[in-house]
């Protein structure tokens, strides 16, 4: 997914800073689409868990590239964590790099992004997920708590960096299979959806270029979810 939002944008123009972690095969075709369409890409490994990470990360971009127009932030663990095995390390395992981060990203962003010209001078759109607000699901406690904390974040940040920053959020619904998930489980999810079908891709890419692109709307969350947010949560669904 991000390999295809970054292929977008730099079709757009833009040039990117691509903080990655373990991805690094996507993070060097990234690179790579980059070259060919001759945009500045710059590659930043590490992990953002760590708070004096996202400070530099930020600065190095700022430095390297010569201002910031926009930050997306799309990084989010997803894994199993039953309540009854649930504890303060798995917790800030996917606190850290979905909340915390986004809002230190966002807060050292912004501050690069004041002096743009313009009366909209930076986007930042995070990702969340369609169930933090309608109906979270068994199992996957610290994943749900740190993608609430990332919706507020949203809200906060779109009321502190107003008017001249927008904040805005993706409620992605069921779009890639996760790893850990069976083709069974894919299935039944899918089928819980209205439309019966995953989040296309495409349009994926399309709203969030559209959002680093809009000048009046701050603060929102959009579902993108195939309309699973209206189907109810199901005695049967996991998801």
Request: charged share 25%.
């Amino acid at each position: 997914m991000g390999l295809e939002i970054a292929r977008a944008l730099l079709e757009r123009g833009y040039n990117l800073s691509v903080i990655y972690r373990s991805s690094e095969k996507e993070a060097l075709k990234i690179d790579e689409v980059g070259r060919e369409l001759g945009r500045k890409v710059l590659l930043l490994n590490g992990d953002l868990s760590d708070e004096e990470f996202c400070g530099e990360a930020v600065e190095r971009t700022f430095q390297d590239m010569g201002r910031i127009d926009a930050l997306l932030h799309l990084a989010s663990p997803y894994f199993r964590t039953p309540i009854e095995t649930l504890s303060e390390e798995s917790i800030q395992e996917h606190f850290k790099p979905i909340a915390q981060a986004f809002v230190l990203l966002s807060k050292e962003a912004y501050s690069r992004m004041i002096p743009n010209e313009g009366r909209v001078k930076g986007h930042i759109v995070a990702f969340g997920d369609w169930a933090v607000e309608c109906t979270p699901y068994r199992n996957y406690a610290a994943y749900f708590v740190a993608k609430g904390a990332l919706h507020t974040a949203v809200k906060v940040l779109a009321k502190e960096f107003a008017p001249h920053v927008l904040v805005n959020c993706i409620a992605l619904g069921p779009t890639l299979k996760a790893e850990e998930l069976s083709d069974e489980e894919w299935e039944r999810i899918l089928r819980n959806t209205p439309l019966k079908r995953e989040v296309s891709l495409s349009d994926v890419v399309n709203l969030a270029v559209f959002l680093l692109e809009a000048e009046s709307l701050t603060g929102e969350i959009v579902n993108l979810d195939s309309g699973r947010h209206i189907a109810g949560s199901g005695t049967s669904s996991i998801g």
